[in-house]
């Protein structure tokens, strides 16, 4: 999952290579639909899109599957986040967890660029 994160953060190049059209990383991350209108969360092809608007200067991408494992590319902040549950065996998941650990990786990127 992190691979094919890291290929759409690098527009489709993987080692030199063009994989993947520039064009087509724009155009399946553009939101096309709006899913969550107070967080201005859109819907792209086949990605969840988080827009840039006056409290995000930059968009971003994510996608998730059993709505546990998640795949999410932070273009403005050269990140791809993966986040795994074993759900083959029993399990318990509270999605504020995964919020909050979310929340502290975008946390600690900003207490190093201060530095």
């Known amino acids: 999952m992190a691979l094919y ?10 080692n030199g290579q ?3 059209s520039r064009e087509w990383i ?3 991350t553009t939101s096309y639909s709006v899913t969550n209108q107070y ?8 990605w969840n899109v988080i827009n840039a608007n006056d409290k ?3 968009h971003a991408f994510y996608h998730t599957g059993v709505g546990i494992h ?3 590319v932070y273009p403005g902040s050269d990140l ?6 074993q ?3 029993e399990y318990e998941f509270d999605q504020q967890n995964l919020y909050r650990i979310i929340g502290g990786v975008f946390n600690a990127l900003e207490m190093a660029a201060e530095k």
Request: avoid cysteine; aromatic fraction near 16%.
């Open 70 to 72: 998640m795949l999410g």
């Open 56 to 58: 995000r200067p930059n």
């Open 18 to 20: 063009r994989i993947l």
């Open 39 to 46: 967080m201005d969360f859109g819907y792209g092809m086949l």
């Open 5 to 14: 994160g890291q290929l759409y953060e690098n527009f489709g190049v993987w």
């Open 80 to 85: 791809v986040f993966v986040h795994r549950v």
């Open 87 to 89: 759900t083959e065996t």
């Open 26 to 28: 724009e155009q399946s």
